[in-house]
């Protein structure tokens, strides 16, 4: 988020560039990844502006996190969103991901988009053994190094209009606004 929103900030100067607003120590960013149940009464006490946002995941995870984010947004001066795509990796657009890749992807809204990378990666790599016969464990080490250098590496290659394309409906926008709204900046 913090890439994107310095991206997004140079187009809109009203929107919080959340790099800035971190190094500044304006806000604290707590990557906690996973579920976030254990923050809500962990951070309640502090009585503090909380921004919360859910990847969207797929079902039964999505209803689970959909009950949390209700909980959150009952909190004064809280407010959780779910996206609406599974990941924030589903907003990248294909051209990003390609710039740092030596291939192609396409995927929709709703696929693993960090899994179909590591993959390609790992098959790109490895002509004798199959992604099938590595370890679920192995998998998911390959993916979250793919979800690493996606976030950082493919979404430095992101511009405006590939944004544009990847969410027509201005989603990130909303949350920067959000946020800045919460932080009093808006």
Known sequence: MTRISTLLH???PTLPDLAAMERDKELIFLPIGGHPRAWL???APLQIPEFYLLDGEASPEREQR???VAQI???IPCRA???RKRSLE???HPQAIQAVADFTVEFGDHDCVASEVAQRVFDSRHDDYSWKQLTRRIRVRLRNRAKHWLN???VEQMTISLLQERDPDGEIISWLETIGQLAGTA
């Open 41 to 43: 009464s962990r951070l």
């Open 10 to 12: 140079t187009a809109h």
């Open 66 to 68: 959909e009950e949390l």
């Open 90 to 92: 589903n907003y990248l």
């Open 81 to 83: 969103v779910l996206t």
């Open 73 to 75: 947004n009952r909190r």
């Open 152 to 154: 950082t590496s493919a």
